[in-house]
């Protein structure tokens, strides 16, 4: 039993930090790719098609191979929770551009009380006083971290909720569709790729047109910008597969929350690689958003610890119930006919 304890927490540790360093890897190799002093590639949608069209590869070379399972998934379900991950996709791209940075930060920020609120409606899911707690003090640190500016715009406001909304509601989803249909978090993703490559693919080049007035046929590609885009691709498939195992194994808010450290280790190595600027405001927030996580992470265990104690006593009590049936001798005493109401021996 110890044994399984400690390789689940391995297991757990390892999923959060295939997560946080893809991600923060795949931010960095996007920034060189996409920035002006870059390779200028600004086509942010058809590149996420690109990265789910190689995620859908691996995951059909690994059915093939036997690697892994597949399992039934209706698929009118795959088919909604890809529309509805596709219109989180666009709806950021398009937040972005629309809204000022500091909007579009305050509504990255707002996902978690969102996503709160959704599972509470949709599942009947509570939170300790000290959650609540935890959840407020990693919003005020990454805020006070990241919001700078805020400027918002009717169109800016929609697109944004459109997101929000969305991305909440998609990575729930993540986590009901594998405990309903038992299947794992990466045979999940390998039954939703390709839907979400194709549509994308097709969608991506005229919504990146509308973003930013330029089709992907006109860009010329160099040799440095197809290793940066094979680069950020074999990292999305990390950061895919990451994204799902860490939601399975815990939820969305937590995915949430502890998420953020990917904001840190964004900030902290954008002033080590490329002289970004740390301020006081960024570090202090960054300290308190940091606190928020732990004190977040004290608050589940201790949740945890609460509920297999409730369930250890009322395992116990069943037992000791089952024992005095037992002993009184309830197997001997007479069985009633139902239907006719007389007494079998």
């Not at 409606?121 to 971290?145: A, M």
């Amino acid at each position: 039993m110890e044994s399984d304890k400690k390789s689940s927490s391995v297991s757990d540790v390892g999923a959060w930090a295939m997560n946080v360093i893809s991600s923060v890897g795949i931010i960095m190799a996007n920034k060189q790719l996409m920035s002006a002093g870059g390779y200028a590639f600004s086509f942010a949608t058809t590149l996420t098609g690109f990265h789910f069209a190689v995620t859908a590869l691996v995951g059909l070379v690994s059915n093939a191979t036997g690697y892994s399972a597949s399992k039934y998934v209706p698929l009118w379900e795959l088919l909604w929770f890809s529309i509805v991950a596709n219109m989180s996709i666009t709806g950021m791209n398009l937040s972005l551009m629309l809204n000022s940075v500091g909007f579009y930060q305050i509504s990255k920020l707002s996902m978690i009380p969102v996503v709160c609120v959704m599972e509470w409606i949709l599942h009947n899911k509570h939170y300790t006083r000290e959650v609540k707690i935890s959840v407020v003090v990693v919003v005020i640190g990454v805020g006070v971290c990241t919001v700078t500016d805020v400027k918002v715009n009717a169109k800016g406001f929609i697109c944004a909720c459109v997101a929000v909304v969305s991305t909440s509601l998609q990575q729930i989803s993540i986590g009901s569709l594998q405990k309903k249909y038992s299947i794992g978090s990466f045979e999940l993703l390998s039954k939703t790729a390709p839907i979400q490559s194709i549509s994308l693919l097709v969608l991506g080049p005229f919504i990146d047109y509308y973003l930013n007035g330029k089709f992907i046929t006109n860009y010329k590609l160099s040799s440095g910008a197809i290793f940066f885009i094979l680069l950020s691709c074999s990292l999305a498939v990390f950061c895919n597969v990451s994204q799902y195992l860490c939601i399975g194994r815990f939820s969305a808010v937590s995915f949430q929350v502890l998420g953020h450290m990917k904001t840190v280790c964004v900030l902290t190595l954008g002033w080590l690689l490329f002289d970004s600027e740390l301020t006081f405001k960024n570090i202090s927030g960054m300290i308190v958003a940091v606190v928020g996580m732990i004190i977040y992470s004290w608050a589940v265990e201790i949740e945890k610890q609460a509920n297999a104690k409730t369930m250890s006593n009322v395992k116990n009590s069943l037992t000791e119930e089952e024992i005095r049936l037992l002993k009184d001798g309830i197997e001997k005493t007479p069985v009633k006919d139902i239907e006719l109401g007389e007494s079998k021996e």
